[in-house]
């Protein structure tokens, strides 16, 4: 079946470091691919996303970019702020496997952020 | 606009009891879905409903169960509660007609099972 690996945290970094979250991917279809963030006390948002090979998700300052050939979607931002500290889940979802409108995302266990000043 | 209220946002039971969520998705969404949350196995889809049926299922027992109404609202239910039933659960909502990719999800209501 489908799923995620991302790295494990948590991940702490100072004020405008660089910031790499690592994720790859297994499916046997056609997946988009996304990142979300879920800040403390609060559900996930989408943070970018991309549907096809060699496409850039950008938001933020964030952009990670799909791999097919290395089946990965790598979070980076080139500096990073007190309110980014947040936990980011990598996830996909296969078309293939939906109908139109449809679909369930496969997500990472998350990688917890913390940015300190 | 409104986004994805859940209620409640906690609650407490005890083994063997049932527990019912209740999520009202974004105004004109039609699609609802539930994931559970745990720090074991992370984000784990449930189910998602479209249009008061069940279009979706994840892979897990038959005592969680859902439902949706024809305002689009959802419920979902757990009986006979077990200690690994304590999680978030997550609703998120979308169009559900066209493919978006992007799910919009609710604070979560937060289970202690004890």
């Known amino acids: 079946g489908d799923s995620v690996t991302q790295m494990e945290g948590p991940v702490t970094l100072s004020e405008e470091a660089f910031l790499t979250i690592n994720c790859t991917y297994t499916?046997?279809?056609?997946?988009?691919l996304f990142w979300y963030v879920q800040y403390p006390g609060e559900g996930l948002q989408l943070l970018l996303k991309?549907?096809?090979?060699?496409d850039k998700g950008s938001n933020k300052g964030f952009e990670a970019t799909y791999r097919k050939e290395t089946t990965s979607f790598h979070l980076e931002k080139g500096s990073v702020q007190v309110s980014d500290s947040a936990v980011y889940f990598c996830?996909?979802?296969?078309?293939?496997?939906?109908?139109?409108?449809?679909?369930?995302?496969?997500f990472g266990k998350g990688t917890k952020l913390s940015v300190i000043p | 606009k409104a986004g994805v209220t859940q209620t409640p946002r906690y609650l407490i039971k005890t083994r063997g009891q049932q527990v019912t969520l209740s999520c009202s998705p974004i105004?004109?969404?039609?699609?609802v879905s539930w994931y559970q949350q745990t720090p074991g196995q992370g984000l784990q889809f449930l189910f998602e409903?479209?249009?008061?049926?069940?279009?979706n299922k994840g892979n897990f027992p038959g005592r969680f169960s859902g439902r949706q109404f024809s305002n689009s609202r959802s419920e979902m239910n757990v009986s006979t509660l077990e200690l690994g039933d304590s999680a978030l659960y997550l609703c998120?909502?979308?169009?559900?007609?066209?493919?978006?990719?992007?799910?919009?999800f609710g604070e979560g209501s937060r289970l202690t099972v004890l």
């Open positions: 499916a046997t279809g056609y997946p988009s």
């Open positions: 409903y479209f249009s008061e049926t069940q279009r």
């Open positions: 991309a549907t096809k090979a060699d």
């Open positions: 998120a909502s979308s169009p559900g007609t066209v493919y978006t990719g992007e799910l919009f």
């Open positions: 105004s004109g969404h039609r699609s």
């Open positions: 996830a996909l979802s296969d078309r293939r496997n939906s109908g139109a409108g449809s679909y369930q995302l496969t």
